[in-house]
Nanobody, 122 residues
Framework: QVQLVESGGGLVQAGGSLRLSCAASGLTFSRYHMAWFRQAPGKEREFVAALSWRSGDTYYADSVKGRFTISRDNGKDTVYLQMNSLVPEDTAVYYC???????????????WGQGTQVTVSS
């Protein structure tokens, strides 16, 4: 059974940083593209970042480019999202996702975590 468990969310002031983690189990992690999405209250879920298992290429939404960094540790079966220079508009539930084939502009992922709340105060 595949499980993705996010952690690291919390409350932070604008301008601050957080690092989210997503621990995977039940899959061959090193062979999965990994991604982060987020969903703010009253809004649809949106893509944040992705990382290819094959090439190591990274992909970012324009709104987070230059502020967020996605990375992975295959030895720990974990993907990270380092978030710097946070702004209130980054407030959302953040989800990690895994898929063997999907990379932007395709956003269909087979497996999803339960999410972790990030709140940025002004």
């Amino acid at each position: 059974q595949v499980q993705l468990v996010e952690s690291g969310g919390g409350l932070v002031q604008a301008g601050g940083s957080l690092r989210l983690s997503c621990a995977a189990s039940g899959l061959t992690f090193s062979r999965y593209h990994m991604a982060w999405f987020r969903q703010a209250p009253g809004k649809e879920r949106e893509f944040v970042a992705a990382l290819s298992w094959r090439s190591g290429d990274t992909y970012y939404a324009d709104s987070v480019k230059g502020r967020f960094t996605i990375s992975r540790d295959n030895g720990k079966d974990t993907v990270y999202l380092q978030m710097n220079s946070l702004v209130p508009e980054d407030t959302a539930v953040y989800y990690c996702a895994a898929d063997r084939r999907s990379l932007p502009p395709t956003y269909e992922y087979d497996f999803w975590g339960q999410g972790t709340q990030v709140t940025v105060s002004s």
